[in-house]
């Protein structure tokens, strides 16, 4: 794929966007083991020339048991040169970089040099990606320039191209074969290539069926595939449960806002249907709403198929770029339709590493390397990179015994040890309930843990025998 001059000139200032958004968290104290732990701690095995084994999911736990993800692993070269969360953090502002080449080059071709600029970083600072920023690393992020290269092919009906982006999505997570799939489709209906199309829609149901049903038990310590249970029908009205409550829709319209509703002219924003509808089927009110990192693998799709929308407008004006007069009428009806969906991104917290921070960081310095240690979940990513980090409240004994403190034996899960335990003296309520904590804290003494260093509103406990 060539690109123009301009779109490195986007790609920066994204990237420096991004990174601001990103790595301060890391130095604020503020990311979490659940996720920027679970990802370093896959990473740091795979860049062991091991498994991605997470004790943050419990003892030997394989992430490849959690979700089918092996395309973490080209970011194993990268954290063997660093070793640090932060470097995960850097990869994936970079990833959401690179993304914005593939779709100024289209904005530019297409608009001319100042439109495609104004394009790239319209799409580049989006609040699909902005979010993906703010909540620690994932792994989807591999999957955002992908996605945008995939559907830039498709706008140009680079059809084997398009295939040839889209495919790699398998190895970035299961769910992704729905966007594959969607992109075989497109194929199938839209181009003359109609046997790659069938096949690449074979190839996502066929790897999708794999991974659910065959990969990731053989990897999961009980045989499972954890998320399977949300597509069973509830016995409710299947309509009702794929529409509603309203906070969907208010997902969908904030999706179309930033390309002001000209996605729905391009049959490209079919694309965003699976992907939504699986997630809209789902129990879990997290994957309804804007937060996370759920809607960014989307951003890329529907910005495309926003500049193929207003080409086609343009197009079937003459040739001719809408008037801004008539394009004040979709900005109004816009604001007030999709306003309110929008003032949920909250705005970014720049500031770097203040005193507590610095604290918590002292005294998590007593902690040695290569450790075993049980950490709160805001402060296991302070740790991964040189420990072996476990979920406190989590702990097995380090003789062998019980602590009394964990989960039944019998549950493979979370059955890791711990010699050391860091913890919150206001603990928080994820993914822990915060009194399950509190409880757990109180029994430390007795089970033979003593308090070795205290700041910041963090102790650090040290088991001692006898």
Known sequence: MRFPFSAPVVALPVLLFHLALSLPRQWRVETTGFDLGIFEEAVRGYAGGGRPVVALKGAGFDLLGDHFSPALAVLAPFYRLWPAAETLLVAQSVLFALSTLPVTALAVRRFGRAAGVAAGWAYGLSWGLWRASQF??????????????????????????????????????????????GVGGYVLLAGRRRALGAATVAAAVLGTALAVLVLVPAANPVGEYAYDSWAAP????????????????????????????????????????LPLAARFWSP?????????HYNAVLMPVLFVAGLDGLWRLTVHQGGRLLSPLRAVRPVCVLVGAVLPALLTVPAPELSGAGPEASAVRRVLSVVPDGARVAAANRL????????????????????????????????????PVAEWAATLDAPEDFPVPRARELEVQRALPAAGYRPVARGGGVTVWHWQRG
Do not use: I, M
């Open 136 to 181: 620690d690393v994932h792994e989807v992020a591999l999957g955002v320039p992908l996605a945008a290269a995939a559907t830039v092919a498709l706008a140009e009906r680079r059809w084997r191209a398009a295939v040839c982006w889209a495919l790699p999505l398998l190895l970035v997570k299961e769910d992704q074969g729905l966007l594959l799939a």
């Open 234 to 273: 509830d016995g409710g009205n299947p309509l009702a449960r794929l529409l509603l409550p309203a906070e969907k829709w208010r997902t969908v319209a904030a999706l179309l806002a930033p390309t002001l509703l000209l996605a729905l002219r391009s049959p490209l924003a079919l694309l965003a249907v």
């Open 284 to 292: 879990v009110e997290a994957y309804w709403g804007t937060g996370f």
């Open 380 to 415: 296991a990513p302070q740790l991964t990179s040189r420990c072996t980090v476990s979920l406190f409240p989590y702990l097995g004994h380090p003789d062998g015994g019980s602590t009394g403190l964990a989960p039944d034996g019998r549950d493979p899960l979370f059955r």
